[in-house]
């Protein structure tokens, strides 16, 4: 048999490994050596039947689907062991499906000879080491905003449940409570949005806008460029001081030179089509989605969001430029505030320890703080929620600024470890990863990835959908 030489295909619109592929010469030169297309080895025909390597214990439902979805005589979908090293089990692999598993050197390296194509459901590739992949020649696909309408609703979901104190219902009814917990409404209450122009952030700015609250968005340059008024919204929220805080953060944006703003636009489009996965966890390296360092403005542009957010949802890809993005001095000034945080994109944008910091201990004030959030009062500062020097009958030392509430969808480990922490916490509510978790979602997601490893089966690399390696 004749060794398979994929067609070069056009170059794709964006770099998602952000790194050259010289950047590895031992990969490289490794690579050239092992891979079939120079060393010899099957050309893909029908009576080889190829593995599909599932490289996370996790999307079960989805990995199920795409099994059925292929052809028995033509592939087998492997599921990952969870005793085993994803290294240690991609030998004889034609396709690695990454998920949110991490993709490294050591896997895309260790499923040479046989690999083929790396594939992934989802449009997050920063897991996955674009760098090894390219200079071994195999071609690298993903499935940017098939699930951007779910990722949407689970983020205006989790706004909603974080002002109603959703999470604290079941214990009210075990209780024997009617009529609490005491929730906000989001009418009137003011959203901000960072990375608001993308297919999910927009879509979040629309429903939002639509219950009647204010909505504010920036994007890469901290320009602001959403800024809706919802039918309803608290008419103080355009206040003189808002209205100043927007003309500074515009201002800054115009002062880094309109000769970049090209290059930001540029780097626009690309935030916006890597933030749809929901996805992406928070595990693996960066990758090049929107990589190019923040502008000054941008961090400008976000504190004046920060300080008018009752809630700030986060809409953006996962990168070397935004990893740890929300720190403690970002968390503080939300915590000033009282507001809550809403994460459906990535669990790296946000510094945990300062999360863990900036909701304070979990027997702090639990019953009162959502309550006092986005009224000027800190979450231990609800009524309920009293200070050890008052409880002896001493002087109440301040309580220091808590957040009102944090939602994720996105952890840094997952699975998520069930004895983590942040699960038990009272004003934590955490939901595993159910942002690209519906039926039409997985539909969509999967046909393209069913798609893309049947066409690499069949040697029609131009046919590929969404490649980026």
């Known amino acids: 048999m004749a060794p398979h030489s994929p067609a070069p295909a056009p170059a794709p619109a ?15 030169a490794d690579a050239e050596a092992r891979h079939p297309q120079n060393a010899g080895g099957s050309n893909g025909a029908y009576d080889e039947i190829w593995t599909v390597q599932w490289c996370l214990d996790g999307w079960h439902d989805a990995r199920e689907a795409v099994s059925r979805a292929l052809d028995p005589r033509r592939f087998r979908v492997r599921p990952l062991d969870p005793s085993l090293s994803l290294e240690a089990q991609v030998a004889g692999a034609h396709v690695l499906v990454p998920t949110t598993a991490a993709v490294g050197r050591g896997a895309i ?9 790396v594939a992934q459901p989802a449009s997050a590739t920063g897991n996955i080491d674009l760098a090894s992949a390219r200079a071994a020649g195999v071609p690298v696909t993903h499935a940017p905003g098939h699930n951007a309408a779910a990722t949407a609703e689970v983020a205006v979901m989790l706004l909603l449940m974080l ?14 409570e009617v009529g609490r917990p005491v929730g906000l409404e989001a009418r009137g209450r003011t959203v901000g949005l960072v990375g608001a122009t993308g297919r999910v952030g927009s879509r979040v700015a629309r429903a939002c806008a639509a219950l009647g609250m204010r909505v504010i968005g920036i994007d890469r340059r901290g320009r602001c ?3 809706i008024q919802g039918e309803g919204a608290a008419a103080a929220a355009a206040g003189p001081a808002a209205a100043a805080a927007a003309a500074a953060a515009t201002e800054a944006a115009a002062a880094d030179g309109a000769e970049g703003a090209e290059e930001a636009e540029a780097g626009e489009a690309e935030a916006g089509e890597a933030e749809d996965g929901g996805g992406g966890g928070g595990g693996g390296g960066d990758g090049g989605d929107g990589a190019a360092p923040l502008r000054p403005s941008f961090r400008r542009g976000l504190r004046a969001l920060l300080e008018r957010s009752d809630v700030v949802s986060l809409h953006l890809p996962l990168c070397a430029a935004t990893r740890g993005l929300f720190g403690a001095e970002e968390l503080g000034v939300m915590a000033r505030r009282g507001a809550f ?22 027997d702090e004030g639990a019953a009162g703080g959502a309550a ?9 500062g609800g009524a309920e929620g009293k200070g050890d020097g008052e409880a002896r009958g001493g002087p109440a030392a301040p309580a220091p600024p808590r957040l009102g509430g944090a939602a994720l969808d996105v952890m840094w480990q997952e699975p998520c470890d069930p004895r983590d922490p942040l699960l038990s916490h009272p004003r934590a509510l955490v ?8 039926k039409e979602a997985y539909a969509a997601l999967g046909g393209v990835l069913v798609r893309n490893i049947v066409a690499a089966r069949e040697g029609r690399w131009g046919d590929l959908e969404h490649r980026v390696v």
């Not at 390296?109 to 194509?117: N, V, W």
């Not at 002002?163 to 024997?176: K, T």
């Not at 006092?372 to 231990?380: D, F, H, M, Q, T």
């Not at 939901?431 to 519906?438: E, K, T, V």
């Open 14 to 28: 964006r770099n998602d490994s952000g790194a050259d592929a010289d950047a590895d010469a031992d990969a490289g």
């Open 109 to 117: 390296l260790g499923a040479l000879p046989t690999l083929r194509l």
């Open 163 to 176: 002002l109603r104190r959703a999470a604290e219902a079941p214990a009210a009814i075990s209780r024997g």
């Open 225 to 227: 460029v959403v800024d």
């Open 341 to 362: 945080l809403v994460n459906t994109a990535r669990a790296g944008i946000v510094d945990r320890a300062a999360l863990e910091a900036a909701l304070g201990p979990a």
């Open 372 to 380: 006092g959030g986005a009224e000027g009062k800190g979450a231990a």
């Open 431 to 438: 939901l595993p990863h159910l942002g690209c978790a519906s």
